[in-house]
Structure formats: C-alpha cells, structure tokens
C-alpha cells in the first residue's frame, strides 16, 4: 500500500494561536482555565488541554464569579461579553483574527444601512457569533427556504463562514446574486479551508480511497470529506487510527490522508502508522507561513 500524504493539512494559524492562548493562560496564571465551548473543535485538543487544568464549559452560566475565562477561537456573540461582564469574569479572547473580521464587516455594512446576508451552517458556534454581530439573514444551503423576502433593489452585504465548501459557497451566492443583482459580496472562506479544498481535489485522482482526519463535529473537516466523496472516490472521517476499519484499506493500493485545520499532526503520524504502508508520498501545496500575534492580555 501507498499512502498519499495531502499539504498543507493540520492546524491553521487561528487554532495554534487559540490553543497557545489556553497554554499560556495556564502557565502564567495556573489552573483552573474556564473555556467557553471547545477551543478548537477536536477531542484530542480539547482533552489534552484539561489534562493541563482547563475546563471546558458551554455557556458563561456555568463558570464561578471572578475566574478566568478563555472565549474560543469560532467567535462568541456581545450577549456572552455582557454575561462575562456581570460575573466579573477575565475574559480572554481566543477568536481567529479572521473570524473577527468577519464580525467587524457584518457591523460596518449594517451600518451603512445594508441588509447583511450571512452564508453559513446553522447551529455552528462561528455563526452564532457572527450573528450576534448585528441583525442579518442566515442562507444555510441545507435548508430549502433560503433567501430573504426582500425587494431585488435592496442594498444587500454577503458574508460567509470562514470553514465552508468554496463550490457549495459560490453556488448560493450566484444564487443570492440572482435574486440581489447589486449585491455586495465578501468571500469570507478562510485561506487555510481553501488550501485544504484544493489539496483534497489534488490528491483525488491519484488514491482508491481517502481518510479525513478530524472531529466529527469539525466544520472544515466535514466539508473535505464531503468533497472527496463529491469527486467519485470512497472517503471516511476519523478521529484517530482505532476508528479504522480494515474493510475500509484492505482493497486499496493507494490510500489518501487529508486533515482539517483543527487537527493534530500527532494523529495523522499514527493513522499512517496504523497503516502500516510501503511507501509515503507528500503532495507538493501551497505554503503557509501565516502567524497572528497573541491577545494584548498576553503580550
């Protein structure tokens, strides 16, 4: 068997900065560190880190009076500032740079008196902070009732989620674009989802099948494995090498391993050494060499 190695894979600048934020918090300050929904949305991430004494908590509610509080690297809408605030919490802001301009955008057009659009999956913890931003209307394409019942001269912004699929994203917004031909447009996609997307298609023709690694949960991870399987080739998402199974490989001569940008690179070396292969090849992809500085709390 050969693997096929995809590049660039793993995490992105946002998550090691989050991750680095939650790090030092406990270094500097020592435990416990609240962390307001999962830092990044992998399991191994997340219990590495309360291994180390953070404590991972889903709304601000359940952190005590007084503590340190680290916000996670999706976004948290004002109302969760405003609880933080109430609790005499210290709150640390762990969001991506990216994420956070999308938020300055959806206040600057609404501002403007544009109608914000927001493209984006419903539920996810980005988009309930970019909502929180100001008013706008969500176009999730999994829903069959999207646009707006507005007039087609309505002055219109589009945002988007920074971790969707860059061809679902470009079909709802030339649908948008139909029905607001004056639409202003953002392409929010973040650099590091685009480059994974563009490694998957890469790496499709060559493999007989392909293993995501990521969380089930794992926005950008969900969307490469969906476009594995949208260009014809069997593809599977897995936490870590034991949800491998051997039925999966057994038939395959050239397996492809691709990961999101919330994975660690720790579970693709043991994926690759679960599998045991002849030979390893790493696709050649575009190199990332993106840093953001840390929170103005922790410089």
């Not at 539920?123 to 707006?148: C, F, I, W, Y």
């Not at 001569?253 to 994975?263: C, H, K, L, N, P």
Request: some cysteine; aromatic content about 4%.
């Amino acid at each position: 068997m050969e693997v096929i190695l995809c590049s660039p894979r793993g995490f992105c600048a946002g998550v090691v900065r989050a991750i680095q934020v939650v790090e030092d918090c406990l270094e500097r300050f020592g435990p416990p560190i609240y962390v307001k929904h999962q830092i990044v949305h992998n399991p191994y991430v997340v219990k590495d880190l309360e291994r180390k004494g953070a404590v991972t908590v889903e709304t601000v509610e359940e952190i005590p009076p007084g503590s340190r509080v680290v916000f996670s690297a999706h976004g948290s809408p004002p109302e969760d500032f405003e609880q933080a605030r109430q609790r005499d919490l210290q709150v640390i802001d762990a969001v991506c740079p990216l994420v956070t301009r999308v938020h300055n955008e959806a206040r600057k057009y609404d501002s403007e008196g544009r109608r914000v659009i927001l493209v984006g999956h419903d539920g996810h913890q980005e988009v309930k902070g970019t909502m929180g931003q100001a008013p706008m209307h969500l176009v999730d394409e999994n829903s069959e009732d999207r646009m707006p019942d507005w007039g087609p001269d309505t002055p219109v912004a589009v945002l988007t989620q920074t971790t969707l699929s860059v061809g679902d994203t470009a079909a709802a917004i030339d649908e948008i674009k139909e029905r607001f031909p004056q639409a202003l447009v953002r392409n929010d996609i973040c650099y590091a989802t685009t480059n994974r997307q563009a490694a998957v298609s890469k790496m499709a023709s060559l493999v007989d099948m392909a293993l995501v690694i990521g969380a089930q949960n794992s926005s950008n991870c969900n969307r490469l494995l969906e476009l594995a399987r949208s260009l014809g080739i069997p593809a599977y998402l897995i936490n870590g090498p034991d949800e491998v199974r051997p039925e999966w490989v057994e038939e395959a001569r050239v397996v492809g391993i691709a990961s999101g940008a919330s994975t660690p690179e720790i579970l693709v070396e043991q994926v690759i050494e679960a599998l045991n292969p002849e030979k390893v090849t790493v696709l050649e992809g575009v190199e990332e060499n993106i840093t953001f500085t840390m929170p103005r709390e922790l410089q």
